[in-house]
């Protein structure tokens, strides 16, 4: 979600990002090709920053329209509890809400991605913290070395992402 709007972060182009998701899958054990496992990853916050943890509310605890968020300061994430039960069940939108949470979980309480302050000046796509996470989470659900030449309902299937998001990816490879 857009809680640092006006703060933005290091540069990291897509390749970076994309060199990030595969450190991240290798690191998990998880293969090119594997489905990634959105909700599992979230039992494993600690093997990333000690004392992480997350939390799953209910829909009144969160503002309107408001899925996931992550508390830098406390390094948590926050998950709304339909969120949840829809990314058990598979959901690919519920999914990716999920990776995205944990992607500025990495970026900001892992490898420390510094935030500026950015006084009115417009950030640049690739400075911006969500433009980041939106990167990552995609490059951690559809990996790159795997979905070239796919389709997009072959990686919708395969990967438990919506139809927008293989779209977009694919787009990217
Ligand atoms: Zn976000």
């Known amino acids: 979600m857009e809680f640092y709007q006006p703060i933005h972060v290091e540069p990291k182009s897509r390749l970076e990002l994309r060199a990030l998701a ?3 899958r290798s690191f998990l054990n998880i293969e090119p090709d594997d489905y990634f496992p959105a909700v599992e990853v979230l039992e494993v916050l600690q093997f990333f920053v000690p004392d992480a943890y997350f939390e799953i ?8 329209n408001t899925h996931a968020y992550t508390n830098i300061s406390k390094k948590s994430i926050v998950i709304r509890e339909d969120v949840y039960d829809g990314a058990c069940k598979g959901n690919g939108r519920d999914r990716m ?9 990495f970026m900001l309480c892992f490898f ?15 400075c911006d913290p969500e433009w ?16 070239a030449g796919m ?3 072959t990686v919708v299937e395969k990967y438990g992402v919506s139809e927008d998001a293989a779209i977009m990816q694919l787009s990217k490879i």
């Open 57 to 64: 509310v209910p829909v009144s605890d969160l503002p309107p």
């Open 112 to 126: 420390g991605f510094k935030l500026t302050r950015s006084f009115g000046q417009s950030i640049k796509a690739y």
């Open 22 to 24: 595969h450190s991240i």
């Open 151 to 153: 389709d997009a309902s």
């Open 97 to 105: 809400t999920i990776v995205h949470e944990f992607a500025h979980f």
């Open 132 to 147: 980041q996470a939106k990167c990552l989470a995609g490059e951690l659900m559809m990996d790159s070395r795997a979905i």
